[in-house]
């Protein structure tokens, strides 16, 4: 079974960028859905953006015009490009990946997360 590795996270000021990335051990070329997810304390979980394989992308309304996903099949590989950052994108960030959005949570393989703390 494929596993994921994010990696990127850190603390960072309002306004600045970080770009996570999610490694996987295995091919992730034939995967229909890579995405990434956050969770901040005391909230539920909720899709940031995903791509698919045709390279169609999505983005939660918070995060369109400042966030950017993509893939890398070469590398096994998918990134976050967060720019602009604010203090409410504090969460912990997982990426995951699977036959469907919406069936993600159960069918999906999911990384143990990456912290991104964003504060003055």
């Known amino acids: 079974q494929v596993q994921l590795v994010e990696s990127g996270g850190g603390l960072v000021q309002p306004g600045g960028s970080l770009r996570l990335s999610c490694a996987a051990s295995?091919?992730?070329?034939?995967?229909?859905?890579m995405a990434w997810y956050r969770q901040a304390p005391g909230k539920q979980r909720e899709l940031v953006a995903y791509?698919?394989?045709?390279?169609?992308?999505y983005y939660t309304s918070s995060t369109k015009g400042r966030f950017s996903i993509d893939r890398d099949n070469a590398k096994n590989t998918v990134y976050l490009q967060m720019n602009d950052l604010k203090p409410e994108d504090t969460a912990l960030y997982h990426c995951?990946?699977?036959?469907?959005?919406?069936?993600?949570?159960?069918?999906?393989?999911w990384g143990r997360g990456t912290q991104v703390t964003v504060s003055t």
């Open positions: 791509i698919t394989t045709g390279g169609t992308t």
């Open positions: 295995g091919s992730i070329f034939a995967i229909n859905y």
């Open positions: 995951a990946i699977g036959p469907s959005i919406p069936t993600m949570s159960s069918t999906g393989t």
